[in-house]
């Protein structure tokens, strides 16, 4: 049952009452300040100068949002315990991929794994993407192309790219690609000469062998030959 804010006609914690007390704390305390309802009430265990946390989020929806609005910097908040906002999702998205996803964490207070599940999962792009990266997998899937022809470009410096040796992958810039690069994605793919039949995973159908009855023995022998006939 949430702690009444009223005593007759009378507010008790004021938008001004709580600003005032959430200051204070801010004094009070050197290091993180408490953002959610455990650690606020450990810390408001058997004090009455501080408000109750229903009286918090009635003014400021959360701990976080609160500190922030009271000047306090990143480093002594966390965000953990609270909803993406529109400031917050508009910052990830104009610097992913100019800043590290590390940076942008610290930057809005959360963890390097929240920051980048919520690029991932809720805008479905990593941050490398963002700022026009792909892999030469990627740009192959994208174009259409052989891999190996795109591999075998940027070796050859046709395709201009960074090889990210951390990740083991190429970085192309799609926004820098030339012309000739371009002709090169767009080629058509090169019949195949292969003399040999395909691999079906059956070893008799690939080569066209069947079991027989022979003389009252199973043999193997190539299609189109009859029985008791080589």
């Known amino acids: 049952m949430p702690f009444p804010?009223?005593?007759g006609r009378t507010k008790v914690w004021t938008r001004e009452h709580?600003?005032?007390a959430l200051r204070a704390v801010m004094d009070e305390l050197p290091g993180r300040l408490p953002s959610s309802d455990r650690a606020w009430g450990e810390l408001k265990y058997g004090r009455y100068?501080?408000?109750?946390?229903?009286?918090v989020y009635e003014y400021y929806h959360s701990f976080a949002r609160a500190?922030?609005?009271l000047g306090a910097?990143?480093?002594r908040i966390t965000l953990k315990f609270s909803k993406w906002n529109e400031a917050d999702d508009t910052y990830l998205l104009e610097n992913a991929g100019?800043?590290?996803l590390e940076s942008i964490a610290k930057h809005?207070?959360?963890s390097y794994p929240a920051t980048r599940a919520r690029l991932n999962k809720e805008f479905k792009i990593q941050s490398r993407h963002n700022q026009g990266y792909l892999s030469a997998a990627e740009l192959a899937k994208e174009y259409n192309c052989p891999y190996h022809r795109i591999r075998d470009a940027l070796a050859a410096g046709k395709i201009k790219g960074r090889y990210d040796r951390r990740r083991n992958r190429w970085q192309i810039d799609l926004s820098k690609l030339a012309p000739e690069a371009i002709a090169i994605l767009k080629q058509p793919k090169l019949k195949s000469y292969r003399t040999t039949p395909?691999?079906?995973g059956n070893y008799y159908q690939r080569y066209g062998i069947h079991r027989t009855n022979r003389n009252g023995k199973m043999i193997a022998v190539e299609r189109g030959l009859s029985n008791g006939k080589d």
């Open 49 to 55: 100068d501080l408000p109750p946390a229903a009286r």
């Open 98 to 100: 100019k800043l590290t």
């Open 67 to 69: 500190w922030i609005s």
């Open 73 to 75: 910097v990143h480093g």
């Open 108 to 110: 809005l207070g959360r």
């Open 198 to 200: 395909p691999d079906v």
């Open 18 to 20: 709580v600003d005032a």
């Open 5 to 7: 804010n009223w005593q």
